[in-house]
């Protein structure tokens, strides 16, 4: 049975999906893509999900919480400018500039990142994840997990080549042309706390997982889940 906290979390992840559901139409096309919706789904024991045209992301952890996103484009312009985000930013020690946020999400989104080097996949990467764990600064567990993916993004840790290798080649694979394959590609990565993290990818879409936790970013229409549910 879920506790007071768990039920007010669903609550808001509801009114979250409610007000997903009336702004989709607003969401920007992706350039270069067809155009279609995207479908993002929560994990039990949230069964919930939500269809909208736009990038999605999805953040999920320990069965309380789970938070679909459509098209971040407006709400990441809106963070660069804003000291309050900046602030926090800096908290996080992010390889990027927190004025940048929004230009790096905005190729994100139009499809600029298709064919890109993996540092600026990484780097818009980056950016997406940072105003995810923006929604949740006073909760640790999400914090930290955030970190360790900034961590692995912007190869922090010294002579990690073994795991550089690793992100790269999930960076590489995100960031094929969506009509060039969708087999799902894994690699396996040890956080600094040794946390294993598990990098599923297909083109257009990415998650970073480990047991109880799960970010993911999935573009516009044509890409294939990357996450390991059946």
């Known amino acids: 049975m879920l506790n007071l906290k768990s039920f007010c979390r669903l609550l808001a992840a509801f009114i979250s999906l409610m007000l997903i559901a009336a702004t989709s139409s607003l969401a920007p096309q992706s350039r270069g893509q067809s155009g279609g919706t995207n479908?993002?789904?929560?994990?039990?024991?949230?069964?919930?999900?939500?269809?909208?045209?736009?990038?999605?992301?999805?953040?999920?952890?320990?069965?309380?919480?789970?938070?679909?996103?459509?098209?971040?484009?407006?709400r990441a312009a809106l963070a660069s400018g804003s000291d309050e985000f900046k602030k926090y930013a800096a908290g996080l020690n992010l390889s990027i500039p927190s004025d940048s946020v929004g230009t790096l999400v905005a190729k994100l989104e139009s499809g600029e990142v298709f064919g890109a080097r993996p540092s600026d996949v990484a780097a818009s990467l980056e950016a997406i994840a940072a105003l995810a764990a923006a929604q949740r600064p006073r909760e640790m567990h999400a914090q930290t997990r955030f970190q360790d993916i900034f961590d692995m993004l912007t190869f922090k840790t010294p002579a990690d080549e073994n795991r550089k290798a690793s992100v790269i080649r999930s960076l590489e694979w995100f960031a094929t042309p969506i009509e060039k394959g969708s087999d799902r590609q894994s690699q396996t990565v040890t956080a600094k706390d040794k946390t294993t993290f598990h990098i599923v990818t297909t083109p257009g879409c990415i998650e970073f997982g480990e047991s109880d936790f799960r970010f993911t970013v999935r573009v516009l229409g044509e890409a294939a889940q990357c996450d390991v549910r059946p």
């Open 39 to 74: 479908t993002c789904k929560c994990d039990s024991p949230i069964n919930s999900q939500a269809t909208a045209t736009g990038t999605c992301t999805r953040t999920q952890d320990d069965g309380t919480f789970c938070d679909l996103t459509f098209s971040v484009s407006q």
